[in-house]
C-alpha cells in the first residue's frame, strides 16, 4: 500500500497534464540504475538508429504523466526555470507545510530543542542503508566536514590525499587540521572531458598514495569529493575505496550533492564519513545536513574504524569505538545534540526524505541522470564534445551536474567576467537560473570558469531543449 506522500503525487490533476507525459517508467523500469543506461541505449541504437540524444529524449518524454505530479510537488515560480540545485534546492509544499505547523506547535508549547532526534534519524536512515547510530543530522556539508576532519586524532606527518578541485567546505577544515595538527595535504590533480573512465581515478588515487608512501610518508586518509561540484564528475565512490582498503586508509567523502540525487546505500559503500546536503537535492531547510559516521566493522570495509572525537556537541561518551558489528554507541547523537536544536527544520528534512523513499530514490536517481546525459548529448551536438567538462559515456562516472565551455572563442573561458555575464543574461534574458564555477584545468595557466546546470525533478526535456537553444544564442551574441 501507497503512504499517504505517494498518493498525494498521484492524486494530482490529470487534466493539466502535457502531451509529452506519458510512460517513462515503462522503459527505464521502476528499479533501472543509471548503470545500465549505456548498454540500454547502445541496443535501442543497434535496433533504431536514432541518435544518443533521440534515445534519451523518447525516455525522458515516455512518462511526463507521473513526473508532471511529482513537478507539481514544488512552489517553484512560473517565470524562471531553476537550474542551480547544487546550490540551494527547494522544498515541497508539503515540507513547507510541515515547517510551518512544527514552527507553530513549538512556539505555542515554547518546545524543547534539547534531543539527538533518534526518532527522526531512525526514520531516516534506512533510505540511506545505515542504522540510526551512523545517520547524523549537521548544519550542512561544511559542517559535517568539520565533524568529520577536525574530530580525527591527527599526528603531525600525518599525510591526506585529496583533489585539487575540492570545495571550500573540505578545504578549509583541512587547511585548519594543517596548521593545527601539522598533517600534510597532497593534491591530485583531476582532469577533465569525456576521456575518462573509472580506472582513470583508482589509478591516480593509487599512485599517489604509493609515491607518497615509498618516500616514507605517513598517508593516514583519503578526502575526495563525489561529484566533484566544478565539473560534476561523479568519482566512483566504490572503487576509490578499494584504494583505501588497499592501503588501510580512513575515507572521507564531501557528498554535498548525494543526498537526493544518488541512491547510494552508505553501508554497502563502507565509507568512514560521508557529508552531503540536506537543502539542496534533498530539498529540505536550509540549515540542514545529513552526515554519515561508519559506526560499525562491515564486511564492506573490514578496516578498524579510526579514533575520533566530536568537536561540537553536548554529548561525549568515553568508551572505545567497537572492533565488531555491533556498536560502542551511537556516534551520531554526539553530531546531531548540541544545544537546544531547531526541531521544525529536521522534522521537515526528515519529510522531504519520506517524499523521496516515496516516490522512489533509484527511480529519482535514474530521472536526474537521465536528463543530465540528455543535456550532454544536446551540448555535444552544439559545441562538440571538447566542451565537456565531465564525461558522458561511463556511466559510473555521471551526475545530475553538467558543466562546459558555452563560448564560440573557446578562450573566453578563461575569463571569470565573460562567464559571469554569461550566467546573468541567462536568467535576466532567457529566464534560466544557472552557475558557472572556477577550476584548474591541466596544461592550463589560467583557471576555467565552466557554466555549472543542474537538472531535477521538476525538469523535463523541454526545458533542456529550450536552455540549451538560448546558451547557443546567445554564445553567439557574445562571440
Not at 599517489?208 to 561523479?234: D, E, F, I
Not at 568512514?272 to 545536513?289: E, I, R, V, Y
Not at 575520533?308 to 553530531?335: K, N
Not at 561511463?394 to 575569463?415: M, Y
Request: glycine share 8%.
Amino acid at each position: 500500500m501507497k503512504n499517504d506522500s505517494m498518493q498525494g503525487v498521484e492524486s494530482l490533476h490529470m487534466e493539466k497534464w502535457s502531451s509529452k507525459r506519458r510512460d517513462f517508467l515503462r522503459m527505464l523500469g521502476y528499479g533501472a540504475g543509471a548503470v545500465a543506461l549505456a548498454p540500454v541505449l547502445t541496443a535501442c541504437g543497434d535496433a533504431s538508429g536514432q541518435t544518443t540524444a533521440e534515445q534519451l529524449r523518447a525516455q525522458l518524454v515516455q512518462d511526463e504523466a507521473f513526473w508532471t505530479n511529482v513537478e507539481k510537488m514544488f512552489v517553484l515560480r512560473s517565470d524562471k526555470t531553476y537550474m542551480n540545485i547544487g546550490t540551494a534546492g527547494s522544498m515541497p509544499q508539503a515540507v513547507l507545510d510541515m515547517f510551518a505547523e512544527e514552527n507553530l506547535l513549538k512556539a505555542q508549547d515554547s518546545g524543547s530543542g534539547y534531543s539527538n532526534l533518534a526518532d527522526l534519524r531512525t526514520q531516516v536512515a534506512a533510505g540511506f542503508g545505515v542504522d540510526s547510530d551512523e545517520l547524523a543530522f549537521s548544519a550542512n556539508t561544511s559542517s559535517g566536514m568539520c565533524h568529520a576532519i577536525l574530530g580525527i586524532d591527527w599526528k603531525p606527518g600525518d599525510v591526506i590525499v585529496t583533489t585539487n578541485h575540492e570545495h571550500g567546505g573540505g578545504n578549509t577544515p583541512l587547511n585548519i587540521a594543517r596548521d593545527r595538527y601539522g598533517i600534510e595535504i597532497a593534491r591530485v590533480e583531476m582532469p577533465v572531458g569525456n576521456n575518462q573512465s573509472v580506472a582513470t581515478y583508482q589509478n591516480l588515487f593509487d599512485d599517489r598514495v604509493r609515491t607518497l608512501k615509498a618516500q616514507g610518508k605517513n598517508v593516514r586518509a583519503m578526502m575526495w569529493s563525489a561529484p566533484t561540484y566544478t565539473t560534476g564528475t561523479m568519482l566512483p565512490i566504490a572503487e576509490l575505496m578499494e584504494v583505501v582498503k588497499t592501503h588501510g586508509l580512513i575515507s572521507i567523502v564531501d557528498g554535498a550533492h548525494l543526498p537526493g540525487m544518488m541512491a547510494y546505500d552508505y553501508g554497502a559503500l563502507g565509507m568512514d564519513f560521508m557529508s552531503g546536503a540536506g537543502h539542496k537535492w534533498q530539498c529540505g531547510p536550509g540549515s540542514t545536513g545529513i552526515l554519515i559516521i561508519r559506526n560499525k566493522i562491515r564486511s564492506s570495509n573490514p578496516l578498524p574504524l579510526p579514533k575520533w572525537f566530536p568537536i561540537h556537541t553536548s554529548s561525549y561518551s568515553t568508551l572505545e569505538r567497537t572492533s565488531s558489528s555491533t556498536a560502542a554507541y551511537d556516534v551520531a547523537a554526539s553530531v546531531t545534540a548540541c544545544g537546544s536544536v531547531h526541531t521544525p527544520m529536521f522534522k521537515s528534512l526528515a519529510k522531504a526524505c519520506e517524499l523521496w523513499d516515496s516516490i522512489g530514490r533509484k527511480k529519482i536517481e535514474t530521472y536526474d541522470l537521465t536528463l543530465a546525459s540528455y543535456l550532454k548529448e544536446r551540448i555535444v551536438e552544439r559545441w562538440g564534445v571538447d566542451s565537456l567538462y565531465a564525461p558522458k559515456d561511463d556511466p559510473k562516472l555521471l551526475s545530475a551536474l553538467t558543466s562546459f565551455n558555452p563560448f564560440r572563442n573557446k578562450a573566453d573561458i578563461t575569463s571569470n567576467e565573460k562567464s559571469t555575464q554569461f550566467v546573468s543574461n541567462m536568467q535576466n534574458e532567457a529566464g534560466f537560473v544557472i552557475r558557472n564555477v572556477g577550476f584548474a584545468v591541466p596544461g592550463s595557466a589560467s583557471n576555467h570558469y565552466g557554466v555549472r546546470i543542474s537538472t531535477h525533478l521538476w525538469h523535463d526535456a523541454e526545458d533542456i531543449d529550450r536552455l540549451v537553444e538560448a546558451m547557443w544564442s546567445l554564445s553567439g551574441r557574445m562571440a
